[in-house]
């Protein structure tokens, strides 16, 4: 469990906003997300995408520091989450190979 808690710790003190808009961070995905287009491996590609779009939903509906819990921040949270683990299942054994 505190092991847990320190990961939590250390991801609410990481500024995400400025690590997505780190040009190296950038060109990284832009190529894993081309290359997995190109290898037509559409799970991937889709795992690429959810992996960044679940970072600007993380950092603008989690609380940071001591900030109360705030059920409507919660409740997007859930329902965005609910929806990008759909596109992962859809594109991993639906669509999947």
């Known amino acids: 469990m505190e092991r847990i808690l320190a990961l939590i710790h250390q991801m609410r003190e990481l500024n995400w906003v400025e690590t997505i808009q780190n040009p190296y961070v950038i060109a990284a995905i832009v190529v894993l997300l081309a290359?997995?287009?190109?290898?037509?491996?559409?799970?991937?590609?889709?795992?690429?995408?959810?992996?960044?779009?679940?970072?600007?939903?993380?950092?603008?509906?989690?609380p940071k520091g001591e900030e109360e819990i705030d059920v409507i921040k919660v409740a997007i949270f859930a329902g965005c989450s609910a929806i990008l683990g759909g596109i992962l299942i859809y594109f991993g054994f639906v669509k999947g190979k």
């Open 35 to 62: 290359l997995s287009l190109w290898r037509k491996a559409y799970a991937a590609a889709a795992l690429i995408v959810v992996v960044v779009a679940f970072i600007p939903l993380a950092h603008y509906t989690l």
